[in-house]
Nanobody, 116 residues
Framework: QVQLVESGGGLVQAGGSLRLSCAVS????????MGWFRQAPGKERQFVAA????????YYEDSVKGRFTISRDNAKNTLYLQMNILKPEDTAVYYC?????????WGHGTQVTVSS
């Protein structure tokens, strides 16, 4: 069974940093691209960043380019999202999933709140 467990969220001031982790169990991590997604209050869940299975190729939503870095460690079955220069508009629940996302894989996410 596939299980995705996000961690690392918290409350930070604008301009601060957080690193999110996604622990992956199952047989998807080394075989599929992975991504981070977020859902802000009153909005639909949206794409943030994606990474190929090898980690050599990454893609970012325009608003986070230059601030966020996605990475993965297949040996540890872990996906990461380093978030720098955080802005209030980054406030959301952050989720990991395959990319494109699989509706069966959504976990509980981790809350990121950025104050100004």
């Amino acid at each position: 069974q596939v299980q995705l467990v996000e961690s690392g969220g918290g409350l930070v001031q604008a301009g601060g940093s957080l690193r999110l982790s996604c622990a992956v169990s199952g047989r998807i991590f080394s075989n599929w691209p992975m991504g981070w997604f977020r859902q802000a209050p009153g909005k639909e869940r949206q794409f943030v960043a994606a990474i190929s299975w090898s980690g050599e190729t990454t893609y970012y939503e325009d608003s986070v380019k230059g601030r966020f870095t996605i990475s993965r460690d297949n040996a540890k079955n872990t996906l990461y999202l380093q978030m720098n220069i955080l802005k209030p508009e980054d406030t959301a629940v952050y989720y990991c999933n395959t990319w494109p996302s699989n509706s069966d894989y959504w976990g509980h996410g981790t809350q990121v709140t950025v104050s100004s």
